[in-house]
């Protein structure tokens, strides 16, 4: 019951999301799943780790897709998004646990830059309405 619940709320939160808000969602949802599978690698857990992973390499795939390549931000964007993804490939390959704790710092970071960037976006647009 709890489960359909939480399920229910995210499928509201999504579809009312606006596309920064999208994702942030999506940057979240990268540094949750790295966390579980980190967890998951120290518990020799490693199909489950890599279920975990190749929905963080899917969620940067959309990512890429979602860019608008006339921009140098998106180019960035998208060549870390690659390198990113393909740290977690070679971790998955290697289990070199610095490909991925790399992989989470910069996940880390995306998400508070991201986070930063949609309060200024807000207040910004506060300021603009009085």
Do not use: C
């Not at 890599?50 to 979602?66: A, G, H, P, Q, S």
Request: proline fraction near 1%; charge should be negative.
């Amino acid at each position: 019951m709890q489960n359909a619940q939480h399920l229910q709320y995210l499928k509201v939160q999504v579809e009312t999301a606006s596309p920064g808000e999208l994702t942030l969602l999506l940057y979240q949802e990268i540094v949750k799943s790295l966390l579980k599978a980190r967890q998951l690698y120290s518990q020799g857990e490693y199909q489950l780790m890599n279920e975990v992973l190749y929905k963080v390499r899917d969620i940067f795939n959309e990512l890429i897709i979602t860019l608008d390549l006339q921009y140098d931000i998106s180019q960035n964007l998208k060549q870390l998004y690659l390198f990113y993804n393909n740290q977690i490939a070679q971790f998955i390959i290697n289990k070199d646990v610095s490909q991925l704790d790399g992989t989470l710092d910069f996940a880390k970071g995306l998400l508070e830059t991201w986070k930063e960037a949609l309060m200024l976006l807000k207040s910004d647009r506060g300021s603009n309405n009085v």
